[in-house]
């Protein structure tokens, strides 16, 4: 049935390809398939109740997406298998998304997914058993072990994947990325897969409400603390936990009292110790220097100008010069940036190509 | 490829293929009158007649239904709402902990949703109901006990049960014993007369006969509501039009299984040691579950199912296993999943006292009626690397974790 070798004329791999259920990790397993490799589907169950069925949104854990993913392996005719990953998500994804909210940080739990689960337990695992490389529907390229951005700039996910080491990378497959979504959804439909259809996720998998605050609230105790006028260091009012800040957010600080000025008042700052949560005006905002925790780095130390960074998953982009040690970064923005919190990462860009990516220790 | 998984379905006889494709080209309810359906009833109770033939009942206590499933939940929902009904205080149903879904998720609505009080029998390290354990519940709450509900042989781990000893308790506190015989009607000795149950369900696809179409065998006697109301067909206890060519194939199906259990059970036993002994060659530290294969006769029978081989691995999650076996063609299962497909422990493995990792860590081989001794020599084959592979994996798994 298959040749020796495969279209590019490369040895064939076996091939792990994750499969949620929904278009392009779909499309992701097929075109690996045709490029000659070997290709078993794994379906993630993240969620501890595999069997809840989800109204509206799409996440990568109900049963419904199990099914999906099911329907689209048959089609291709690869085997498949369901892999409970749900207590290594909770304790490496949401455990963590939780301590960090608590902490007055903002984190990126898909990075963290990916990191820590697709290419950490999932990939181990997959070797041990004798794969060669996990495959996934993420948009972004992969030549000569450097990933880069993706072909779709709309649909790009360096940003999620830059925390990958060269290791993780070197048994990675993004078969999506020189794609256009829409091409990826025309193609899902001409191969007969019944997902071609399936709306985007765009939440969070597994606050499938889209309310972190309501799904914070319930996991971290209230620790009451005040909201201060950063610049004159006035208490303005409480507040019931730091978790329900991020820096950048304007609605819902529950302050009665406007500014002096009329202007709106946003979050600049969380002292997660005394738990005070500093407000001020829209120019206050603005970050022209960061630094990092320890960066997975590709490439040598020390100063790189000329480089891109990106703060967000989608945006937050800016011209910088970075400063690159081993026990973390010194990002200076060519243009200031808005709404950059400690927890999320900071990923560098040489153009198109990932250099690194590190959590935002503090910004300046 | 290599099946190895004649517990979840084995291949159709070619008599029941035979006589299911010829029924289905006639037209017929054998509820109508006229000369069809005259003829479609007279095929739909010569089979009845076959099949309590085979299986020591009487063409009456036949009622056809759609499989295992359906029979379990007449049974346990149809006994309870009949005996709680001639007397309010017998609200208790008592199962063993073996039980397949059909059988123990019925019990357990039932004590969601009708008033029951669900009483779950503990089983030996093998997995058996003893006669005493049941004594024990029955001599405190006979009086409160609407039903007795004990499978005749595991699915899983293939152990059987001294039905005849149980039904004989439960008639000494004046309970019905009903009896899942899924697996052991066409592989073991089955009398429904001389077992003294209730009740027994069997379906077709577990001995050669097609999926959909199965019975509960219902004592004359015995008073049971029914699940599905409509035209009565069925005595009264089920309703729906009846499926002439599933029960002639039905019928086809069972006559052979049970004529070739006297052979089969010899050929398979053998079969089965051989590969038994021959994994535990390979991986010596590989552990069966259930009864032990030189175990002494139970009710006249075998012990154990003669095609089942249920092995516990060591350092081994089960799915990895089956996952590499799948990959060298060989086909077998690993027990529970859920509806979306996640691996869970054994429910059966964890009542027999088998620890969670363990449990995680089996498989279960079952041989059927066209298994060869080339399928065990696969398997045999198979088994020293996938093991190897599948240690690895967890050990790795553990690395992280421990790190």
């Known amino acids: ?364 | 490829m290599t099946y190895l998984d004649h517990a979840a379905t084995t291949p159709m006889l070619p008599v029941a293929v035979a006589a299911y494709t010829t029924a289905l080209g006639r037209v017929g309810n054998p509820s109508s009158l006229h000369t069809a359906g005259r003829r479609a009833r007279r095929d739909v109770e010569e089979a009845r007649e076959t099949i309590a033939d085979a299986v020591g009942a009487l063409p009456t206590e036949v009622v056809l239904a759609t499989g295992g499933t359906e029979g379990d939940n007449l049974a346990v929902k149809g006994l309870y709402w009949a005996r709680r009904a001639q007397d309010a205080r017998r609200t208790r149903v008592v199962v063993s902990a073996v039980e397949h879904h059909a059988v123990l998720d019925a019990a357990e609505w039932l004590a969601d949703h009708e008033g029951a009080t669900l009483v779950v029998l503990p089983v030996d390290a093998v997995g058996r109901v003893t006669p005493e354990v049941l004594r024990a519940e029955l001599a405190a709450h006979g009086d409160e006990t609407a039903l007795v509900s004990v499978m005749w042989a595991n699915n899983e781990v293939g152990t059987v049960n001294d039905v005849r000893g149980l039904a004989e308790v439960a008639h000494e506190f004046g309970v019905p014993l009903h009896t899942d015989a899924v697996q052991a009607v066409g592989s073991l000795p089955v009398d429904f007369a001389a077992s003294g149950a209730d009740a027994l369900s069997l379906t077709g696809h577990k001995l050669g006969g097609p999926v959909g179409v199965g019975a509960l065998l219902l004592r004359r006697d015995a008073t049971c509501v029914p699940l599905l109301h409509g035209g009565g067909q069925e005595r009264d206890v089920r309703s729906g039009t009846l499926d002439v060519a599933g029960t002639v194939a039905l019928a086809a199906a069972v006559e052979a299984a049970v004529a070739a259990v006297p052979r089969r059970t010899v050929e398979l036993a053998a079969l089965r040691d051989d590969l038994v002994a021959r994994l535990i060659e390979v991986v010596p530290d590989a552990t069966l579950n259930g009864v032990p294969l030189d175990a002494p006769a139970v009710n006249g029978g075998p012990a154990r199912l003669a095609g089942n081989a249920h092995l516990s691995f060591p350092g081994c999650e089960g799915d990895s296993l089956l996952m590499l076996l799948d990959a060298h063609e060989i086909e077998c299962s690993t027990g529970s999943a859920c509806t979306a497909g996640v691996a869970r422990p054994s429910h059966v493995l964890l009542a027999m006292g088998v620890d969670e990792a363990a449990a995680r860590g089996s498989l279960r081989f079952s041989l059927g009626h066209s298994s060869t001794a080339a399928d065990v020599d696969a398997a045999v084959a198979a088994i020293g690397p996938v093991v190897e592979r599948a240690r690895g994996a967890l050990a790795r798994a553990g690395e992280r974790v421990g790190s």
């Open chain 1, 1 to 364: 049935m298959r040749g020796s070798t495969t279209r590019s004329g490369s040895a064939p791999l076996r091939v792990l390809a994750a499969m949620s259920g929904g278009v392009d990790s779909a499309v992701a397993a097929a075109r690996a398939q045709d490029a000659g490799h070997d290709v078993v589907g794994v379906h993630l169950a993240l969620s501890a109740k595999p069997a809840t069925m989800r109204e509206g949104a799409r996440g990568c854990c109900s049963m419904e997406d199990s099914r999906d993913a099911r329907r689209c392996a048959d089609v291709l005719d690869i085997p498949f298998y369901v892999w409970d990953m749900a207590d290594r998500f909770r304790e490496d994804v949401i455990e963590p998304f939780v301590a960090e909210y608590a902490a007055g940080r903002t984190p990126n739990p898909c990075l963290r997914c990916n990191e820590k689960i697709k290419f950490s337990a999932v990939l181990d695992r997959a070797r041990a058993l004798g794969f060669d490389a996990v495959a996934t529907g993420h948009y972004a390229r992969l030549s000569d072990g450097a990933l880069r951005r993706a072909a779709d700039p709309d649909k790009d996910q360096s940003y999620v994947l830059g925390v990958l080491t060269a290791d993780q990378l070197a048994h990675a497959m993004f078969p999506l990325g020189d794609s256009l979504k829409s091409e990826v959804r025309a193609e899902a439909a001409a191969r007969g897969l019944v997902v071609a259809e399936k709306p985007d996720s765009h939440d969070i998998c597994f606050i499938p409400s889209g309310d972190t605050r309501g799904f914070l609230a319930d996991r971290v105790p209230d620790a009451p603390g005040e909201l201060v006028d950063a610049v004159s260091g006035a208490v303005l009012g409480g507040h019931g936990g730091v978790q329900n800040f991020t820096v950048g957010q304007r609605h819902g600080l529950g302050l009665s009292r406007p500014a002096p000025d009329g202007r709106p008042r946003y979050v600049l700052g969380i002292e997660p110790v005394s738990r005070q949560v500093q407000v001020g005006p829209a120019e206050a905002l603005d970050v022209t220097a960061l630094t990092t925790e320890p960066p997975v780095w590709h490439g040598p130390t020390g100063r790189r100008d000329d480089v891109t960074v990106q703060v967000r998953a989608h945006g937050g982009l800016a011209p910088a010069s970075v400063e690159v040690h081993d026990d973390g970064l010194a990002v200076t923005l060519g243009s200031p940036l808005r709404g950059v919190a400690p927890g999320q990462a900071v990923v560098v860009y040489d153009g198109d190509r990932v250099l690194g990516s590190a959590t935002i220790a503090a910004t300046s």
